[in-house]
């Protein structure tokens, strides 16, 4: 194993790792732009150029491999000085746009900067224009005069997903990044080149001019929207946040992990706000001669007797909950109320890809699973046929997410309905009564991946207009049924 | 110094030297029939006594960097460097259109020494008629079973695919040069790996010039020691000087190494056009920092000029007469720099574009003197921090033209006010 | 996707030539641009489909490389070496000169199809300098007087 002197500091590495990769070991940033730790070195910004003893000339930590006793420098007046310069270089033709710009806060530019800048000012003619608004995708947008021709985003889309949508034309000062005319960047992961982008040229209109990222609170959680369980941050209003906006959500970003490593998919990136939109605040009743809302007492009675015949009654719920809910669902009503008719479902199929995207758009069926037993399936169906054969009195339909099997509608029609869910969809007037939950972003709890990984997450906001979750949804249930189990809920809590 | 052979210039004056059969009437492919006779091994100590030295621009030595190629790993590839493009230079050119066999035999024994089946040569796109007579010298030598299967009825096989550049200085560097063979834009790479180890298509691979190639069959008739007695020690044989600018008789010589550079310019060019005197040379090219009238006492090998700060590089020898006007030069020459910058790397994509507009506001007669600070500082900024030698040379030479004409470009500005 | 059978053999043996079908694809662009004088988006895009790259990969390199162009040239393309050596021998009078005389600018066609113009780095002619290409002739030594008459002679010539 090839020991390496850097700065000082002595440190022992796996042979074939760079001096940045090293540095980064024993503690020590190394600045860069074109280097990314999803991605292979290129070395050509010369941001991480260093002294390496015996050699004349600087190179570049990030393609650099540690030869036995190596000693590098990071910070001689050399480096210092190259460091300086090569930022010059950048900023000549960089228009001052950080007032506008989103990366503001984020951006490898400024960061760089402000710690290796030189303040002198320099003779300058006029900058370059380039264009500022260039739409590489249907929600992507380049800004060529930010652009500091790190080339991540182009290696991305070779390395990464394959597709190598964009190019760099050109040559010398000419070269621009660019799109074959007609083919945009199409593929699940463009939301990442946002993210890999060290500073503002590649910005998205989902995010564009919402919020200043320092007026953000970063949430660590786990996206739901398969059986991946990528690792996100979830970007919500922070403490200052100064304006009253009635948004929420501001951003999903990949959070790294052996899971995902530095990337999520746009499915991920974008459809999870969505889970926050049209929220139900109120329990409904739905009667022939009107939709009202009632309180919480009201919509209970009005079907809290159904629970007197178990064997009349179906629950079905959802591969979205999370084993805490499930084991809920089980201890409560399948254990403490006898209901055996419980079965799971959830969001079809989709396309998966050998990247991240996973065909499984659930992201706890293994946890339902592991806690129901694997022929949770077919039990599933069973309690459909029954369902089909008008055998129940009463189904209980816990979860959004359930809407997309269609045997649930078969038999919604004729039986009485409740459904706990979080958000207005078209196809609840079939029931009687809503209930209102908290959603994803409002819970805690832990989802079990498809490669049986178990991964727990917070709450990343507060519940809308003080919705309950489902913890307290059953056990007001199962109190009104006249079943005590307070003493479970407080060793589940 | 007049006793010295005529190596790669030896038929320039023959008339239709490029036919094989008068090639071959004035003793050609005798060095290759002599060369399957030897075992590889012994071709490639031969060549690493002559010390022959790159002579594209780098200077590395031949023998030497054959030497890198692993034994175990196939396939192998030679890249012969025929993209001559450095300013001033027109040496490969003259091999090229008056005797390519020469080329041709020197890459057949390179290939069999080295255990090579598959050989590029790279030539730079406008050449499109002398790649033509190329192919036909290709096609003529495989026809004498000179090139192709079972090669003069031994075991080793050779193909030669002539491959036509597209307007790229850039792809004279050696990785640059893989990058366009491979399909794609010519942009250096990052050394390690070097293309010994990882070259073409991910193999092993050696580059080399097209004069250095033209050199070995004479090195195989007449052994490495022969050679390396020519010229200096550590820089045997030949040089093609290319000379060209304020010459009476511009044109390619053919001198030992380590003639000197005066008599090279007075001696063999004829000195200065119209009886003017000398006021600056470019010994290599425009990537080799320019020297004064007063530094040219110099030997042209890559050693000594090294240690006055310059290079000899592709022994491009381009004389300024003192009617030249520095800011023109550098006018020209940083032209060049940014119209060739592939724009890979932050200090010469940024530098040579600022290099560009700083000094076109000169050119107007709109600069001052903290413009000609800024230049002399912008050109520092790039030396030793690129990712290629484009980039560094640039600076330097800039940098060293501001340095020793700082005059001139002063003065100008007072004659513009 | 075209099958093989209806790819032009010209470039399949082309193709052949190479260890992989993106090693060709300077050579095949080098096809197109003979045959038709430029390279247009369709071009690329059926190359790209021939050698299993994307169009983006083939742009970039029509891009990088200025022999490939975007526009047809003129009957015949002159280019003007603007690098040093032939600078020192009176380039710029010379360019000066067939700029006037064919009334355009580097970059542009004459209007009758005949002449367009480029300045270009170091041909490799420095030896007699100061040169000019046209198509694939070279012209060196020039004077403004030889010049003068090479034009004429071009402008003369009937098309075919």
Redesign the interface.
Known sequence: MPFLIIDGKEIEVKKGTTILEAAKLAGIEIPHFCYHPGLKPAGTCRMCLVEISGNPKLQTACTTEVQDGMVVNTNSPAVKKAREEVLSFLLYDHPLDCPICDKAGECLLQKNYNEHGSTEIPVKEEMIRREKKVFISERLILDRERCVLCTRCVRFLEEITGTRELLVSKRGDNSEIDIFQGIPVNNLYSGNLVDICPVGAITDLDFRFKARVWFLKEIPSVCPLCGRGCNIFIDVKGEFFPSLSKERIFRIRPRYSEINKYWICDIGRYKLAELDKNRIANPILLEPNGVREVSFEEALMSFSHYFKEPDKVAILSSYHLTNEENQLIKMIFYDKMGIKNIGYTGFRDGKGDNILLVSDRNPNRKGVKKLWGDDIEKRTQEVFQLMRRGNFNFLLLIGDEILEDENVFLSVRETFTVWILSRYNELYHNVRVILPMRNFFEKEGTFTNIDGIDQSFSSALPPFKNVPSLKDIISQISSLSGIKIEKELCERS | MSDFPKIITQNFDIENAWDINVYIERGGYKALQKALSMKPEEIVEEVKKACLRGRGGAGFPAGVKWGFIPKEIKPRYLCVNADEGEPGTFKDRNILEKDPHRLIEGIVITCYAVGINKAFIYIRGEWRKIARRLERAIIEAKEKGFVGKNILGKDFSLDILVHRGAGAYICGEETALMESIEGKRGLPRIKPPFPATKGLFGYPTVINNVETLSNIPSIVLNGGDWFANIGVPGDGGTRLFAVSGHVEKPGVYELPVGTKLKEIIFRWAGGIKDGKSLKAVFPGGISAPVLTSDEIDVSADYNSLQKIGSMLGSAAIIVMDETTSMIDVLDRVVAFFHHESCGQCTPCREGTSILKRKVSKFMKGESSQEDIDFIEKTANSMIGRCLCPLGDACGLQVATIIRKFRKEFEESLKKRV | MKEEKEIPSEILRIIE????K??????V??VFQEKFGFIN?EM?KYIAGI?G?????????S??????KRRRLGKYHI?IC????C???GSRKIAEFIKEKLGISPGDVTKDGRFSLEE??????????PVI?IN?EVYGNLTLEKVGKILEELSEVRDE
């Open positions: 030539r190479y260890p992989n993106r090693a060709a694809l300077i050579p662009l080098h988006p690329e050698l790259i994307s169009p983006a990969s083939v742009r970039e390199v891009d990088f490389y200025t022999m490939f280019t603007s690098s040093i050596s600078h020192l021998l270009v780095s170091c041909l490799g002619y420095c030896d007699i300098s290409m694939d």
